[in-house]
Structure formats: structure tokens, C-alpha cells
């Protein structure tokens, strides 16, 4: 166990006899004791509800819960603390945009542009508003290689576009997709850029100002934080255009009789008692991402793709969906075993003390592209190692060899 993997106590365990190896963070990652200890001393410390008492508990939370918006701030180069926006997670976060800023902008005879490889996420709410309003979703193709297709979103963004929603990495074939220029492209023809961060944040340094987006939102439990807390960034001034999605406590300003006002952005977003503990953790996270380094961050995973992806192209009957270029990958893998489903190959891996995941992965969309029902995916994060790769590899060829003769 190499010294960042110390940090996660998860991870020392056996599992079916096996040492295990946890390849399934792009579904929710591990979190190191940093986080784990930031949510239980807030319980067992200062538990009180936030910005509402003068007593020191409620002062102690209020100040970590805010400072949490800080960090995210600097995180991702926003230009100011009120532009982030606390969630429940990418989910809520592309939701909220959906519902009270695409009602505003989007009309009858307009478009809304996504790829075909987004997350169910980032396709059902605009679906929705496009049943609602008129408008037409259109969906940009890929490359032969798994990639965006920026040909063909030059052709489907046009100055009928008022929405363009697009995930920065893709959750099923790792590949990174040119939001800075989908953005410039976005904008030239009038539309608005939307991104979905969930399995970019967690991996990569992500500047909003530099990408020059209008929206960016992520989850904090893929990137080391608890689950149930999400951020919503915005431009403060279309922030300032949204309408709360609800209304009660908190995110009043005055209640009288009659009507009512709300508080400035970002609060009056954020009704009711916040998920404080998750706040909490998910700033705790963040120092932890700091204290890592971005770069070394991409630099470990690179390795680890680079390592295990010719190998897994090696084996006989294996198909790997997306890029074979480590290069161009994050640390998600997804591939196919001839003649065996991918749940089979799932939970002959966990026999082997290695956690994957199988099925569409919320891009239905995407699997019927490709022309498949399913995927297995094995996706990495800075703290698995060559040793767990080498598993990956050993669960594999034993999974083949146990399909084709009943034994390993």
C-alpha cells in the first residue's frame, strides 16, 4: 500500500479473500480520513444550524459552511464567492439551470445542443424543457475514436442554438471534450455554455474564467467529498436573473402577508437547512485535492491509464469503447468480453477483490450509438496503483479462462 492509499481506510480490506481494489470512482470515489474526520468533528463539535444563531456553535458552523464557498471559488477561478451555489449534487445543479434559467431564454422554433455521449443528467431536464417550450434538442455525433465531434457541432450550433450542454469528461469512454472552444462557439451564435463537471473536477484543474462558461455544475462525492452536496456555478449576472426553485426558510428576505423577498444570490437559492456536514466535508476535500496538486493528480492517473489500457487491448476478445490513446483518456475504461454480459464480468471481478462497474451507466443514449446494451467500466483515481492494474489484468484473464472452461 503506497502512502496516499493510508489516507483512505477504506481500502485496507480484504474482499472475497482478495486484497481489494477500488475501480469504481466514477461512480463515487473514497474519501481520505481528512474528510471523514472534517464531517464527524462538526457532529461531535459543532453541530448547529447555519447562519441563523449567535450562540458559538451556530458561529463556528456558519463560518466553516461559508468557508467552503471560498474554497470552491478559488477551486475553479470564480470570479466571486456569490457565484457558487450549494446543490445536492450535477444532478440538481443542471436541473436548477434547466428549469429557471432555459424557461427564460428558450422559446418555441429554438434549439438546445448536447452529445450523444452525455449523462442521463445532462439530457432527461433539457428533454423536459424542450416538451415545454418548442424547442428541438439536437445531438452532436462522435468520432470513429470515441470522441466529440466538432465538424459536426459547428453544423448543429447555429444561431437557432440558445443552449449548448455538454459533459467536460465523459462518465463511459474518459474522453475530454474542447469546452473552451464549444464555448467561443457557443457564444459567437448567441447561445449559453453549460457544463457538466461531475468527472472532470475530481480530476483536473478546471478554470471557469479561462473556459469562459456560463454554468458549470459537480458533484463533491466523486471528488473525495460526502455525498448529498453538489456546486452550482454561475455568472453572477444570470444568476441574478434565476427565480429560486424554492421557497421557505432561509432564502427569505421578508415575509409579509401578502408577498414576499428574497435574499441576494446565492442564498436565495439554498431554502431550508443545507446539507452542513456535507459542506463541511466537501471543503475538507478540496484542501485534500490542494494539498495533492492538480498536476500531480493528472500525472498519476496518465501513468496508471498508460500502463493498464495496452494491456487490456491485448487480451484476446476485449473491446474497448473510446479512444485507444492513453493520451487522450482520464482514468475511465470501459470495455466488453466477447460472449460474456457485463454483469457476469462484474461480479466474476469482485470475486477477485475487484470493485467495477456494469451496465449503461446512465447514457442509454450512448449504448444504443454504439450499438451495445451494456459496458464494464474501470475507472481510476490518483490513489489506485500499478499493483491494482496488474489485479484488473490477473481478474480478467481468470474471468476468461472460468467462462471458457468452468474453472480458474
Same mark, same amino acid.
Given at each position: 500500500?503506497?502512502?496516499?492509499?493510508?489516507? +483512505?481506510?477504506?481500502?485496507?480490506?480484504?474482499?472475497? %479473500?482478495?486484497?481489494?481494489?477500488?475501480?469504481?470512482?466514477?461512480?463515487?470515489?473514497?474519501?481520505?480520513?481528512?474528510? &471523514?474526520?472534517?464531517?464527524?468533528?462538526?457532529?461531535?463539535? %459543532?453541530?448547529?444550524? !447555519?447562519?441563523?444563531?449567535?450562540?458559538?456553535?451556530?458561529?463556528?458552523?456558519?463560518?466553516?459552511?461559508?468557508?467552503?464557498? +471560498?474554497?470552491?471559488?478559488?477551486?475553479?477561478?470564480?470570479?466571486?464567492?456569490?457565484? &457558487?451555489?450549494?446543490?445536492?449534487?450535477?444532478?440538481?445543479?443542471?436541473?436548477? !439551470?434547466?428549469?429557471?434559467?432555459?424557461?427564460?431564454?428558450?422559446?418555441?422554433?429554438?434549439?438546445?445542443?448536447?452529445?450523444?455521449?452525455?449523462?442521463?443528467?445532462?439530457?432527461?431536464?433539457?428533454?423536459?424543457?424542450?416538451?415545454?417550450?418548442?424547442?428541438?434538442?439536437?445531438?452532436?455525433?462522435?468520432?470513429?475514436?470515441?470522441?466529440?465531434?466538432?465538424?459536426?457541432?459547428?453544423?448543429?450550433?447555429?444561431?437557432?442554438?440558445?443552449?449548448?450542454?455538454?459533459?467536460?469528461?465523459?462518465?463511459?469512454?474518459?474522453?475530454?471534450?474542447?469546452?473552451?472552444?464549444?464555448?467561443?462557439?457557443?457564444?459567437?451564435?448567441?447561445?449559453?455554455?453549460?457544463?457538466?463537471?461531475?468527472?472532470?473536477?475530481?480530476?483536473?484543474?478546471?478554470?471557469?474564467?479561462?473556459?469562459?462558461?456560463?454554468?458549470?455544475?459537480?458533484?463533491?462525492?466523486?471528488?473525495?467529498?460526502?455525498?448529498?452536496?453538489?456546486?452550482?456555478?454561475?455568472?453572477?449576472?444570470?444568476?441574478?436573473?434565476?427565480?429560486?426553485?424554492?421557497?421557505?426558510?432561509?432564502?427569505?428576505?421578508?415575509?409579509?402577508?401578502? @408577498?414576499?423577498? +428574497?435574499?441576494?444570490?446565492?442564498?436565495?437559492?439554498?431554502?431550508?437547512?443545507?446539507?452542513?456536514?456535507?459542506?463541511?466535508?466537501?471543503?475538507?476535500?478540496?484542501?485534500?485535492?490542494?494539498?495533492?496538486?492538480?498536476?500531480?493528480?493528472?500525472?498519476?492517473?496518465?501513468?496508471?491509464?498508460?500502463?493498464?489500457?495496452?494491456?487490456?487491448?491485448? &487480451?484476446?476478445?476485449?473491446?474497448?469503447?473510446?479512444?485507444?490513446?492513453?493520451?487522450? @483518456?482520464?482514468?475511465?475504461?470501459?470495455?466488453?468480453?466477447?460472449?460474456?454480459?457485463?454483469?457476469?464480468?462484474?461480479?466474476?471481478?469482485?470475486?477477485?477483490?475487484?470493485?467495477?462497474?456494469?451496465?449503461?451507466?446512465?447514457?442509454?443514449?450512448?449504448?444504443?450509438?454504439?450499438?451495445?446494451?451494456?459496458?464494464?467500466?474501470?475507472?481510476?483515481? +490518483?490513489?489506485?496503483?500499478?499493483?491494482?492494474?496488474?489485479?484488473?489484468?490477473?481478474?480478467?484473464?481468470?474471468?476468461?479462462?472460468?467462462?471458457?472452461?468452468?474453472?480458474?
Amino acid at each position: 500500500m503506497n502512502e496516499i492509499c493510508r489516507d +483512505f481506510p477504506i481500502l485496507n480490506q480484504i474482499v472475497n %479473500d482478495e486484497r481489494l481494489v477500488y475501480l469504481d470512482n466514477a461512480a463515487t470515489s473514497q474519501k481520505p480520513k481528512e474528510v &471523514i474526520d472534517a464531517v464527524s468533528n462538526y457532529f461531535l463539535r %459543532d453541530n448547529a444550524n !447555519v447562519h441563523r444563531g449567535v450562540h458559538t456553535l451556530a458561529e463556528r458552523a456558519t463560518e466553516q459552511f461559508e468557508q467552503t464557498r +471560498f474554497k470552491v471559488k478559488n477551486l475553479i477561478n470564480a470570479k466571486s464567492e456569490r457565484e &457558487i451555489v450549494y446543490t445536492k449534487g450535477t444532478t440538481e445543479g443542471l436541473n436548477w !439551470v434547466a428549469v429557471s434559467f432555459g424557461t427564460q431564454v428558450v422559446k418555441s422554433g429554438d434549439e438546445i445542443v448536447v452529445s450523444y455521449m452525455e449523462h442521463h443528467s445532462n439530457i432527461v431536464p433539457w428533454q423536459i424543457l424542450c416538451e415545454k417550450t418548442g424547442a428541438k434538442l439536437k445531438y452532436v455525433k462522435l468520432t470513429k475514436n470515441g470522441e466529440l465531434d466538432f465538424e459536426d457541432a459547428k453544423e448543429k450550433i447555429t444561431a437557432k442554438t440558445k443552449i449548448v450542454s455538454i459533459a467536460q469528461a465523459s462518465n463511459v469512454m474518459g474522453v475530454v471534450n474542447p469546452i473552451k472552444e464549444l464555448a467561443k462557439l457557443a457564444h459567437e451564435n448567441g447561445a449559453y455554455m453549460v457544463v457538466d463537471g461531475a468527472q472532470s473536477l475530481p480530476h483536473m484543474k478546471v478554470d471557469v474564467q479561462d473556459l469562459d462558461v456560463d454554468f458549470l455544475a459537480f458533484s463533491g462525492h466523486k471528488m473525495l467529498g460526502p455525498t448529498g452536496i453538489g456546486i452550482l456555478f454561475g455568472k453572477m449576472e444570470l444568476l441574478e436573473r434565476m427565480s429560486p426553485l424554492e421557497y421557505g426558510g432561509e432564502m427569505i428576505d421578508f415575509v409579509e402577508l401578502d @408577498h414576499s423577498t +428574497f435574499k441576494e444570490v446565492p442564498w436565495k437559492f439554498e431554502g431550508g437547512t443545507q446539507n452542513i456536514a456535507g459542506v463541511i466535508g466537501l471543503g475538507a476535500a478540496i484542501d485534500y485535492l490542494q494539498d495533492v496538486g492538480y498536476e500531480e493528480i493528472e500525472k498519476k492517473e496518465h501513468e496508471l491509464v498508460e500502463y493498464v489500457l495496452p494491456k487490456l487491448l491485448q &487480451i484476446d476478445g476485449l473491446t474497448v469503447y473510446g479512444p485507444k490513446e492513453p493520451d487522450k @483518456h482520464t482514468g475511465v475504461i470501459s470495455f466488453n468480453l466477447d460472449g460474456i454480459h457485463p454483469h457476469d464480468v462484474a461480479t466474476a471481478l469482485d470475486m477477485e477483490g475487484v470493485a467495477v462497474r456494469a451496465g449503461h451507466h446512465c447514457a442509454q443514449p450512448l449504448m444504443k450509438y454504439l450499438k451495445i446494451p451494456a459496458t464494464v467500466r474501470a475507472s481510476f483515481y +490518483f490513489y489506485n496503483t500499478k499493483a491494482d492494474a496488474d489485479q484488473l489484468i490477473k481478474a480478467i484473464l481468470a474471468t476468461k479462462e472460468f467462462f471458457k472452461h468452468g474453472t480458474i
